[in-house]
């Protein structure tokens, strides 16, 4: 015993002589940092906020209305255009999978739209209210060209009319489009940003204690390349036979997303915000055209030096074909995770859990990477999403990726477990939350997030952690949005991973909370993601960073699946981008995950002696936090 004792005692002196300032061991002192931020006061703090929720509000708006074009338009390419009712059919096929959408008319070009196919009914206000502007939708589209209507109010709702031709220009798609999403996605962020006093204190009975195919080919190596062409991924080159009106190429332009257009003659360069050389291959041989091509590059007949993670800007990573990737998703190329898809990808054998307010079980971004999960708020029922919250973290770590759809995920080929812990107030109770870690643990989860939490040390909480920890499991899990040090749980104990939010400028989010427990920061402003009911959201926390560490992790285990869970931890802090002061500091942890770095570390046979500082003082923390109060 007393051999025991002295062994413990020569460890803690060694880590206090090892560790650097700033580790969990030194409490933070505000007064030393010089990366500190200046304290708001709380209005600033509320203005903060507020400013932060309504650009997730103006994001997850064009989100929406980008979502529904593109739902249009395939809806129009799958019509039967027989019978009457086999169009009513299919329409209602859409309706189902896309609740929001009130109203669908299917309407021939030369008859007016009341004769058209309907599918969904509207009362005499909403009809009064969207009337003109359905027929301003109908207009347009027989002239060939989409309409969106201005948004439309109604008792506090937001609506808006979408009108979109079919490409045979023969008949058109007309809608109306109820945006509820705005408003779950205000109600949710108010709550989930602390914007409003939460939980509700009257229900729960309590009181406040504080992220194709141009026969395309792969080169991994110089000698790969030899004999190979490249081509701009988003951009192709068009003769027409005859030169486009301007009508004509503002529709094109429309059509295609179009960023930029270029012109010699007859002959077009047109670059896309979101399809790729294929897709537009495709449509362009609809019209008049002598050919289409790639725009291919030419290159200067010299040997061009490259790191093993390709360009240094990250420019030479794998670009997904997501619709609202290139646009909205700026949280992947900052964290490098475009990069790392060379290194790894992922694993089925690698199962995540998301314990949270479950997950929509019906996403169309989601399907295939969805496991068997369960409910704790109400046993007898689904782990079905019914705030949006879980859905979205599921989102940022496995979304499908190149499917033309939506948002990209971090991982390809990780499966998410559904855990329920959280009600349709998004709040849960110490049982649930362990209970449900405990069940991921049992039913194969080896990564675990938990984009939850509060104030309290609650030894059932630890207990289900350690239980999770024991057997090998990489618990995630977000600090919080209250811009305090105040320690988060489960964040805060020694077997959890905490991660603090940055913004695009790889600064702390001004929400996010921060401390001596902190391990690394990833991105938690302005995530675009999966959204109950196939719809998507753009929202802003700590509960948006976690999943982009709990997708690394995944990936790391899934590159080298011998790695325990505390090595996998190590490879995170010791990989990650330092930020603000030299070494690990209370607002950044060691610093902003890094995909690259993490897997080339994961992916070594062996560890360098030129890690080993890094390790030992890593280890000597764990056992300081775990065993010395």
Not at 333 to 345: F, N, R
Not at 547 to 562: E, G, Q
């Amino acid at each position: 015993m007393r051999r025991t004792v002295v062994t413990l005692l020569v460890i803690i002196v060694c880590a206090i002589i090892i560790i650097p300032a700033g580790s969990r061991l030194m409490r933070f002192d505000p007064s030393q940092q010089a990366e500190r931020k200046q304290r708001m006061n709380p209005q600033q703090e509320i203005r903060a906020k507020q400013s932060l929720l309504r650009h997730d509000m103006e994001q997850t708006d064009i989100m929406c209305r980008m979502q529904c074009f593109r739902d249009f338009r395939q809806a129009l390419r799958q019509l039967p255009h027989s019978e009457a009712g086999a169009v009513r059919s299919s329409l209602e096929s859409v309706r189902a999978k896309h609740p929001h959408i009130r109203q669908l008319i299917w309407s021939r070009h030369g008859t007016p739209l009341k004769d058209g196919t309907k599918a969904g009914e509207l009362d005499a206000e909403l009809l009064a209210m969207a009337g003109p502007y359905m027929a301003k939708a109908k207009k347009a589209a027989e002239s060939g060209r989409p309409y969106e209507s201005p948004q439309l109010k109604r008792d506090g709702e937001s609506y808006f009319v979408l009108g979109v031709p079919a490409v045979n220009g023969h008949s058109s798609l007309i809608g109306l489009v109820h945006q509820d999403i705005l408003n779950k996605v205000a109600e949710h962020q108010k709550k989930n940003l602390r914007i409003v006093v939460y939980p509700d204190e009257k229900r729960w009975r309590i009181k406040a204690t504080d992220p194709d195919t141009l026969n395309d080919v792969k080169v991994r190596d110089a000698e790969d390349n030899e004999g190979k062409s490249h081509y701009h991924k988003n951009e192709v080159v068009v003769k027409f036979r005859k030169q486009p009106t301007p009508l004509q190429l503002a529709q094109i332009q429309r059509d295609i997303h179009c960023l930029e257009t270029k012109k010699i003659g007859n002959t077009y360069v047109f670059r896309s915000r979101y399809f790729t050389a294929k897709q537009m291959m495709d449509y362009f041989k609809r019209w008049g055209i002598e050919y289409v091509e790639p725009h291919f590059l030419y290159l200067t007949n010299e040997t061009a030096a490259r790191n093993a993670a390709g360009d240094a800007d990250g420019a030479n990573g794998e670009t997904p074909n997501d619709v609202l990737f290139q646009r909205y998703q700026w949280n992947l190329p900052i964290t490098k995770t475009l990069q790392g898809w060379h290194l790894g990808k992922g694993s089925e054998n690698v199962k995540v859990a998301v314990i949270d307010t479950g997950v929509d079980l019906n996403h169309e971004d989601l399907q295939g990477h969805l496991l068997k999960g369960v409910n704790f708020v109400d046993e007898n029922e689904a782990p079905q999403d019914d705030v949006g919250h879980g859905t979205h973290v599921a989102g940022v770590i496995s979304a499908l990726v190149n499917n033309v759809d939506g948002v990209a995920g971090m991982t390809w080929y990780n499966r998410i477990i559904p855990v329920k812990v959280l009600d349709q107030t998004g709040a849960g109770s110490t049982y649930t939350v362990a209970k449900g870690i405990i069940w991921a643990v049992d039913h194969g989860a080896k990564v675990i997030n938990m984009s939850l939490g509060n104030y309290v040390d609650a030894e059932f909480l630890h207990d289900a952690v350690k239980y999770a920890f024991d057997r090998d499991v990489v618990l995630i899990a977000a600090s919080g949005n209250d811009n305090t040090d105040k320690p988060g749980y489960p964040a805060a104990y020694p077997e959890v991973f905490a991660v603090s939010a940055t913004d695009w400028h790889r600064e702390r989010a001004s929400f996010s909370n921060y401390g001596d427990y902190i391990d690394v920061t990833a991105p938690g402003v302005n995530i675009a993601s999966t959204f109950m009911n196939n719809q998507y959201a753009a929202l802003s926390g700590t509960s948006m960073a976690s999943p982009h560490v709990t997708a690394l992790a995944a990936l790391i285990r899934s590159a080298n699946p011998k790695l325990k869970n505390t090595e996998i931890m190590d490879i995170m802090r010791q990989t990650a981008i330092d930020l603000g002061a030299k070494g690990k500091d209370p607002y950044y942890g060691y610093g902003q995950i890094d995909v690259v770095k993490a897997l080339q570390y994961a992916r070594q046979p062996a560890l360098s002696p030129a890690h080993w500082p890094q390790i030992i003082r890593s280890k000597l923390e764990e056992i300081t936090r775990r065993y010395v109060k």
